[in-house]
T-cell receptor, first 119, second 111 residues
Framework: GAGVSQSPSNKVTEKGKDVELRCDPISGHTALYWYRQSLGQGLEFLIYFQGNSAPDKSGLPSDRFSAERTGGSVSTLTIQRTQQEDSAVYLC?????????????????FGDGTRLSIL | GDSVTQMEGPVTLSEEAFLTINCTYTATGYPSLFWYVQYPGEGLQLLLKATKADDKGSNKGFEATYRKETTSFHLEKGSVQVSDSAVYFCASGAGSYQLTFGKGTKLSVIP
């Protein structure tokens, strides 16, 4: 079946502009995650959705970053007034329902990412 | 907090060489452990996983054993191929939604 789909695959924009990144998760996956991958920095967790709600927004680097999810499906990550340090690959992942109270995690399935370049 | 440490790269090997990429973790409780692989220009793909101590995850000739006593999950492959060239990420998940990733190890296999 279809995997996690992200768009655009590449985005180049000028400093100060707003950008919207889109993620379409695997059908039936209730959990959705956003990560940022900067050169040489590994993966940085940004935010997580269970259904339409985001229990933990602590990974968002500043108040210029926001995310929403509607209908338990598509999510958008918005960056306002972009800065050059926002340049990175933004990865989205989705997974099945988590087991309540357990110590196991369902594997996360990743999209190919959006490469964001701020000029 | 939780953390994952994996060996620094890059690693360059000749085809058919033996591969080991070390990974150790710190976490409360008993996390699930994962290896993800990222081929050039692509997103991360789950390579293998283990959910409890002494479990061995395996896939595509790669193996990793969950060692609680040494808090390790080293990735091994007996004979690497050029097509294995990629970045490999070790990750732990301790019962919550958030995976903690290592910084990644870039592997280059030369013919």
């Amino acid at each position: 079946g279809a995997g996690v789909s992200q768009s655009p695959s590449n985005k180049v924009t000028e400093k100060g502009k707003d950008v919207e990144l889109r993620c379409d998760p695997i059908s039936g996956h209730t959990a959705l995650y956003w990560y940022r991958q900067s050169l040489g920095q590994g993966l940085e967790f940004l935010i997580y959705f269970q259904g339409n709600s985001a229990p933990d927004k602590s990974g968002l680097p500043s108040d210029r970053f926001s995310a929403e999810r509607t209908g338990g499906s598509v999510s958008t990550l918005t960056i306002q007034r972009t800065q050059q340090e926002d340049s990175a690959v933004y990865l989205c992942a989705s997974s099945l329902e988590l087991y309540g109270g357990g110590y196991s995690n369902q594997p996360q399935h990743f999209g190919d990412g959006t490469r964001l370049s701020i000029l | 907090g939780d953390s994952v440490t994996q060996m620094e790269g890059p690693v360059t090997l000749s085809e058919e060489a033996f591969l080991t990429i070390n990974c150790t973790y710190t976490a409360t409780g008993y996390p699930s452990l994962f290896w993800y692989v990222q081929y050039p220009g692509e997103g991360l793909q789950l390579l293998l996983k283990a959910t409890k101590a002494d479990d061995k995850g395996s896939n595509k000739g790669f193996e990793a054993t969950y060692r609680k006593e040494t808090t390790s999950f080293h990735l091994e492959k007996g004979s690497v191929q050029v097509s294995d060239s990629a970045v490999y990420f070790c990750a732990s998940g301790a019962g919550s939604y958030q995976l903690t990733f290592g910084k990644g190890t870039k592997l280059s296999v030369i013919p």
